[in-house]
C-alpha cells in the first residue's frame, strides 16, 4: 500500500532493528519470525546487489545501569546487557557483511546515537525500515526520522509488533500524521529496481500538520 510517495530519486538506505534474541522470547513474538525474515532476505539482497547502504540497529545496554531506560530502572529489570545471548542475532538472521552497526540505548535509533549524522554523510533521503517493533522502536524511530525530515517508508511485511491490536492504528497514525509510506518488500524491492519516483499522492493530509 502507498500513500504518501517518498522520492527514491535520492539516496535510499535500509535501516533493519533490533532482531535480537531478548525480543522475541515470547511465542508470539517468534512465530512471526518467518514471515519477517522471508520478507526481509529478498530486501536485503536487493540492497546488497545495489552496493545500497544498510544499517544494522541494535539495542545493548551497559551493566552498571547507565544505559537503561526508565522502566528498566523503575522495575529492576536487566535486559539486553552486553556480552549476554539477549543481544544476539535471531536464529536465522544473517547480519549482512555490508551493514553498518548502530548501538541504541533506547526505542529510537536516533536517540543518542550518530545516526543521522551517518545518513547526512551517506546523502540518504529515503529510509526504509524493518524490524520490530511498529509499537515500539520502529514506529518510534520512523516518527523521529520523519521529524528530521527523511522520507520514510515502513516495509510493512518486514516488520512485527508486540500487541497485533495496535499494528494498524500505529500505521494508519504514521501515515497520517507524518506521510510515512508503508510498501511490502515485493513492492519496494520493485521500485528500486525500476530506479523511479514513487508516485506522488495528492490526497490532503487528515491531519493538520504540527
Request: aromatic share 8%; net charge negative.
Amino acid at each position: 500500500m502507498l500513500t504518501h510517495g517518498a522520492d527514491m530519486d535520492g539516496g535510499v538506505a535500509l535501516a533493519i532493528i533490533d532482531l535480537q534474541n531478548w525480543m522475541f522470547r515470547y511465542q508470539d513474538r517468534s512465530s512471526q519470525i518467518g514471515r519477517l525474515l522471508t520478507s526481509l532476505n529478498g530486501l536485503i539482497s536487493t540492497f546488497e546487489g545495489r552496493s545500497l547502504p544498510i544499517y544494522d540497529i541494535v539495542t545493548i545496554h551497559k551493566r552498571d545501569r547507565s544505559t537503561w531506560s526508565k522502566l528498566m530502572l523503575k522495575y529492576d529489570y536487566p535486559c539486553l546487557l552486553e556480552g549476554t545471548p539477549d543481544i544476539e542475532a535471531i536464529e536465522g538472521y544473517l547480519v549482512p557483511p555490508s551493514a553498518q552497526r548502530v548501538v541504541k540505548t533506547q526505542n529510537s535509533a536516533f536517540y543518542g546515537t550518530d545516526f543521522e549524522d551517518r545518513l547526512r554523510a551517506a546523502k540518504i533521503e529515503t529510509l526504509m525500515l524493518a524490524g520490530v517493533f511498529i509499537d515500539g522502536c520502529v514506529g518510534l524511530t520512523a516518527a523521529d526520522a520523519a521529524q528530521r525530515r527523511f522520507n520514510v517508508i515502513c516495509i510493512e511485511d518486514a516488520v512485527g509488533q508486540v500487541d497485533a491490536a495496535l499494528r494498524q492504528p500505529l500505521m494508519t497514525w504514521l501515515q497520517q500524521l507524518y506521510e510515512i509510506d508503508v510498501l511490502s518488500a515485493e513492492e519496494a524491492v520493485k521500485r528500486i529496481g525500476q530506479g523511479t519516483p514513487l508516485p506522488p499522492d495528492s490526497t490532503v493530509p487528515s491531519m493538520d500538520p504540527i
